[in-house]
């Protein structure tokens, strides 16, 4: 299950249910987690998690894995019948900007369709995917794509070449509810959003260099209000050659795009000596979305 960047992420007023109509442009990393399920006893749900942050992720109903197979038995099994134990091994920060609990939870639905062998059509697993978050499509989708509603309508974009990314983890996470109402204190008048096509004409070209001055995400500058030192973190990127960089998200990752794989390595020692962030990875995109091995 790979991680989510948005290279555009435009973001209007709160709608009445609280959700902020968004136009994104989403692109799936290779920074994965694993996600693995195993039959329990009937009705018992269990979550095991280890890796990158595991200490942080919840265990009871706020894990998003646990609740994508709950859903699935509910809505689609004979439930009483159904248990799964998951084991996520995790490489996607937590609460970091990177959908990495959109993506477990994507993993977990696909994993236990498998495991309980649910015939279930491709269109009846995006719904459950919309409701369980609105990253979540996207993360079985993968690949590059246009977002919009709340996010989980997507639709792949015509994007050309591969993309080499370095990606900085914060100290502390973000938590994403905030960032959309710092969003709010700052945007009393947002606008309605839209794909920016300077950005949609770099990715069909190809070109890293157009597409590094058109990243555009509306929640930066409120992640960078309650994270002042991400900031810092950017300006050094640029200083050591990036084409460009931006938060990822809703924070607090920051994410670089660099011309090569070479330039990838060079960026990721230079920010990992200056400790301005907490662990430095490197990615390509776009790759594919949840994918079943074994
Ligand atoms: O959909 P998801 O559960 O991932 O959203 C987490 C939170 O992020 C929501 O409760 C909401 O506060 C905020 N959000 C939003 N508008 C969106 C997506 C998320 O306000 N389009």
């Known amino acids: ?41 009937p009705d018992e749900f269990e979550v095991v998690v280890s890796g990158e942050g595991a200490d942080q992720v919840p265990l009871d109903d706020g894990n ?21 134990t998951l084991t996520i091994k995790k490489s996607i920060p937590v609460a970091g900007g990177l959908a990495g609990g959109s993506s477990d939870g994507a993993a977990a ?20 995917a919309g409701e369980l978050g609105s990253d979540v499509p996207f993360a079985l989708l993968g690949g590059t794509a246009v977002g919009s509603g ?18 900085a983890f914060g100290h502390q996470g973000l938590s994403t509810p905030a960032v ?72 607090p990752t920051c994410a670089f795009l660099v011309d090569s794989e070479p330039a990838a390595v060079d960026l990721s020692i230079a920010l990992s000596a200056d400790g301005l962030c907490r662990a430095v990875r490197r990615a390509t995109g776009p790759v594919p979305g949840a994918r079943v091995v074994g």
Request: glycine letters at 8%; aromatic letters at 6%.
């Open 1 to 41: 299950m790979p991680a989510k960047i948005n290279l555009a992420l435009k973001v209007g007023p709160a709608r009445a249910d609280g959700f902020h109509p968004l136009a994104t442009v989403y692109h799936a990393v290779s920074l994965y987690d694993e996600v693995h399920a195993a039959w329990a006893n």
């Open 64 to 84: 998003l894995a646990l609740r994508a197979a709950r859903l699935l038995a509910r809505t689609h099994g004979p439930h009483d019948s159904l248990g799964v």
């Open 109 to 128: 639905l696909l994993a236990c369709a498998m495991l309980w062998d649910i015939d279930i059509a491709p269109e009846a697993l995006r719904g459950l």
């Open 150 to 167: 709340r996010g989980e309508e997507v639709v792949p974009a015509l994007a050309k070449g591969t993309y080499h990314w370095v990606l």
């Open 180 to 251: 959309y109402r710092h969003f709010d204190e700052l945007n009393p008048h947002a606008r309605q959003p839209e794909i920016p096509a300077e950005l949609m004409n770099a990715l069909r070209t190809g070109s890293a260099h157009q597409l590094g001055v058109t990243l555009d995400n509306d929640l930066q500058p409120a992640a960078l209000d309650l994270q002042p030192r991400l900031g810092q973190v950017l300006e050094a990127g640029m200083e050591y050659g990036a084409l460009g960089a931006m938060v990822s998200g809703s924070g």
